[in-house]
């Protein structure tokens, strides 16, 4: 993920020095008869906050796209519950496995805690919750963590494609486009922010409402033990 910020990032910086060396270029072109062009600083000047409003509406806008898209592809908390729920209490292990595939959510930390909580390989339900419970609450703070560096980075692209915006008011006309990339940042900050609410919200909710199932399932034997390692 931080090489995909970095090149969008080196693109954006690179279109904007490729264009202003383009845009040099022309301002320096001859006559027919070879005699140097009056540059002219109002229109050069114009076109430079055009393009730059596009590259950092762009880059703006495609950062926020990047960590949009991981708020999509999951279940809601209630079917992704109940699904973990009947998969605890009829085969634990795949309940394991599919909790361990639920990355950025509660089920993430869900399957921290049954690999810590097998890593015991006892079925005493004290020692159980003395192993998963830290190892749920560990986890679960990470995963708050991780969310909260995207949404500081989605802060940043915010800024850039309201920049970008800015920077266009002070050209000739309305930039309509430089417009409408800051509204879809606007959204996409809007998505990743309340999702990141929904997911500290599940992890909390989560801790009272299925981590009990983990060590039931455990401690009841239905959980299938790695055999140790010696």
Not at 36 to 53: D, I
Not at 57 to 63: D, K, P, Q, R, S
Not at 185 to 206: D, H, N, P, W
Request: charged letters at 15%; glycine letters at 12%.
């Amino acid at each position: 993920m931080r090489r995909i910020h970095a090149a969008a990032l080196v693109f954006g910086i690179a279109t904007l020095f490729a264009t202003v060396e383009l845009a040099s270029a022309q301002a320096e072109d001859t006559t027919e008869e070879g005699a140097p062009v009056e540059k002219k600083p109002e229109s050069t000047g114009s076109t430079l906050k055009t393009v730059g409003s596009y590259v950092l509406g762009a880059v703006g806008l495609g950062l926020l796209l990047i960590s949009v898209t991981k708020t999509f592809g999951g279940l809601s908390y209630p079917a992704a519950r109940l699904s973990l729920i009947n998969l605890l209490r009829t085969n634990p292990n795949q309940a394991e496995m599919v909790a361990k595939g639920m990355e950025g959510t509660f089920g993430e930390a869900i399957g921290a805690a049954m690999k810590m909580g097998a890593m015991g390989g006892t079925t005493d339900p004290a020692i159980l919750s003395s192993m998963t419970v830290p190892s749920y609450d560990g986890t679960g703070t990470a995963i708050a963590a991780r969310w909260g560096a995207l949404i500081g980075k989605g802060k940043l692209a915010l800024m850039a494609a309201g920049g970008g915006f800015v920077l266009g008011l002070t050209g000739d006309g309305f930039p309509v486009i430089p417009f409408i990339m800051a509204l879809l940042a606007v959204g996409c900050f809007v998505r990743v922010f309340l999702y990141k609410s929904e997911v500290e919200s599940t992890i909390v909710r989560a801790r009272h409402e299925v981590l009990p199932e983990v060590n039931t399932a455990m401690a009841s034997g239905r959980y299938a033990f790695p055999p140790p390692k010696y």
